[in-house]
């Protein structure tokens, strides 16, 4: 198994070593011919507006989409949510614009309100780590995604179909509960 991980902008690294941690082979994606032969693509955070630009100036959002639409498994964490959904609240861009959900930018504040916590996880049978930074939140998901976890009654992960979102950062943990997740959904 071979996962592709999106490095144009953002903390892409912590990804590649969880997923090393878990005996996955990575790829950087950083150019469509580094798209072939994945079977899973995780968006990282770092800022939505830089990436998705990136997206397009390198001619690899429509590719993605079209991997996305024909089923590749796909996880999008903090600004990769951001990319991932239909709607956001707070800003007019879209970018992806695939998953049924309408996203709140850095709904929980300043850098300075980042926070860490332990919660369920809906298919994780113990508490899962969550790491805040920035983060956006889902205000409301489409009848064809799931919620699977929320913090304080706000949605902070959810899947539909292949598509995997969550708010917060399980790649800045020791905890590989969702990396574990998102590859059995490729499996």
């Known amino acids: 198994m071979k996962i ?7 903390a892409f690294i ?8 878990l005996g996955v082979d990575t790829i950087l994606v950083k150019k469509k011919s580094d798209l072939k032969d994945i079977q899973g693509l995780i968006l990282p955070r770092g800022e939505s507006t830089a990436i998705g630009k990136l997206l397009v100036d390198l001619n690899l959002k429509d590719e ?6 024909n089923g590749l498994p796909v996880f999008g964490t903090c600004a990769g949510m951001i990319l991932l959904a239909k ?6 861009r879209k970018h ?11 709904a929980y504040g300043r850098q300075n309100d980042s926070f860490c916590i ?32 929320t913090v304080n009654s ?25 990396h574990q997740y998102f590859i059995d959904m490729i499996k």
């Open 4 to 10: 592709g991980v999106l490095a144009l902008q953002g």
């Open 14 to 21: 912590e990804h590649v070593n969880s997923l090393k941690k």
């Open 64 to 69: 993605i989409k079209m991997l996305i639409e």
């Open 87 to 92: 709607n956001i609240t707070n800003d007019e």
């Open 96 to 106: 992806l614009a695939m998953m049924d959900i309408t996203v709140k930018r850095n």
């Open 118 to 149: 332990e919660e369920n996880f809906k298919g994780i049978s113990s508490k899962v780590e969550m790491v805040f930074i920035r983060a956006p939140y889902i205000e409301k998901v489409g009848e064809n995604a799931e919620i699977l976890a």
């Open 154 to 178: 706000n949605i902070v992960a959810a899947r539909q179909k292949n598509m995997l979102v969550t708010s917060f950062h399980p790649e800045l943990t020791s905890d590989l509960k969702v």
